[in-house]
């Protein structure tokens, strides 16, 4: 009886320390999960770094930016006109009311435009809903407006185009303009069923990938638009403000 109770005892005491053992290791765990983390290598930190337009331009990038907003307490937009930002090109403009910009793939507007088509933009106007597989210049030759945004090299040159050469006063802005005519193929003529407006506005702060490069519009409609209809065209210019 004696040899057992001593066996029993030896358990009891294995069994304690055991459970000490065990307790230590549990207020370890506990201790280490509540220390603050700690920073990893400097190498993946230093993007936290990087200059503040680099960021910019990374978020601008993995995004899409909204179509139509309210105009900013600083700009003027004519009643019933919504307000457009393009942070990639830094400019922003106003959009006459029924107007959107298209990707020429779906029937509505779009809504949201993603940062890699902010470069080159097509904002039109009385061609909604857009018929997929149309073409634009069949489009403004029965009666819609289609105003191109397109970044424009600081080295770029035209061979057929004619090259905005009239200076012209746009509030603070002084830009370069001139007319096109075009035939209903779209191409180049002296007289021509087509015509566009080109104006050239200079960017107060460039794509980081394109250095010195300009705004390009190029404002196409028929030949024998109204002047109404040409009074809206150069108030969309006429809107344009870099930052």
């Known amino acids: 009886m004696a040899l057992l109770r001593l066996r029993r005892r030896a358990r009891r005491s294995l069994m304690v320390a055991l459970i000490a053992i065990v307790g230590v290791c549990i207020a370890g765990l506990a201790a280490i999960s509540e220390e603050p983390s700690k920073p990893g290598p400097v190498a993946k930190r230093e993007g936290s770094f990087a200059p503040q337009a680099a960021r910019d331009a990374g978020a601008a990038s993995a995004a899409a930016v909204p179509a139509r907003a309210a105009a900013p307490t600083d700009i003027a937009c004519p009643s019933g006109w919504s307000h457009f930002d393009n942070p990639v090109m830094h400019y922003g403009l106003c959009v006459p009311p029924g107007w959107g910009f298209t990707d020429f793939r779906q029937a509505a507007p779009l809504d949201q435009i993603p940062a890699r088509q902010l470069e080159n933009l097509h904002l039109l106007g009385n061609a909604f809903p857009w018929r997929p597989g149309s073409l634009p210049f069949d489009a403004v030759s029965q009666g819609a407006f289609d105003v191109e945004l397109d970044v424009l090299p600081a080295s770029a ?45 200079p960017l107060r702060s460039a794509p980081l990938d394109e250095p010195g490069a300009r705004l390009l519009i190029i404002a196409r409609s028929r030949a024998g638009a109204s002047s109404a209809e040409v009074t809206t065209l150069w108030q969309i210019v006429q809107s344009v403000h870099t930052y």
């Open 157 to 201: 040159q035209s061979s057929d185009e004619c090259q905005p050469m009239i200076r012209k006063q746009l509030g603070t802005s002084s830009v370069l303009t001139c007319e096109q005519s075009y035939d209903n193929a779209g191409m180049p003529a002296a007289k021509g069923s087509l015509r566009a407006l080109k104006v050239i506005i």
